[in-house]
């Protein structure tokens, strides 16, 4: 999308918008390109799996059944 300054001074919140959701912005004057909006790249940090190891147990009957109390709490049948 290119729009010339004066339009980008008044639309700023929608094209800061737009360029966050990946759409390149190019704001002109005189019809001459002078500045480009786009996203930042956020660098993120690698996810480290393990940290945990040897700290969790999880029980034999994790995934048995929930009793029947149990589930009429969820269902909000609490009688």
């Known amino acids: ?26 704001i002109a004057k005189a019809g001459r390109p002078l500045a480009k909006l786009g996203p930042v790249d956020v660098p993120r940090k690698p996810v480290r799996l393990g940290l945990m190891k040897g700290k969790i147990k999880i029980g034999k009957d994790f995934d048995a059944p929930l009793p029947e109390s149990v589930l009429r709490e969820f269902e909000g049948d609490a009688s």
Not at 4 to 20: F, H, I, M, P, Q
């Open 1 to 26: 999308m290119q729009l010339n300054l004066y339009d980008a001074k008044t639309r700023l919140s929608e094209l800061v918008e737009a360029a966050s959701q990946g759409e390149t912005v190019v």
